[in-house]
């Protein structure tokens, strides 16, 4: 028996951006790995990338994620 069911019809209200496609779809259409949601909104999903950009220059700029400064520890 598997532990997760693969839903084939998405529900009302979910909004996914595919990455393949390059759209808004409602529901899940297209697999897992080619997409950004769910969001609560058509607009949410619409600006996906838009959000994506944001957060990868928020980790980028994050102390927190980076490793210590080369050199530091090597002896």
Not at 60 to 65: I, M, T
Request: charged share 40%; proline share 7%.
């Amino acid at each position: 028996m598997a532990l997760f069911k693969k839903r084939t019809v998405g529900k009302p209200g979910e909004w996914y951006y595919c990455l393949e496609h390059k759209k808004v779809e409602e529901g899940p259409d297209c697999p897992a790995k080619d997409r950004f949601g769910p969001y609560a909104s058509r607009q949410e999903a619409e600006h996906a990338m838009e959000t994506a950009r944001e957060r990868n220059l928020q980790w980028e700029n994050d102390p927190k994620w980076h490793d210590a400064a080369k050199g530091a520890d090597e002896d």
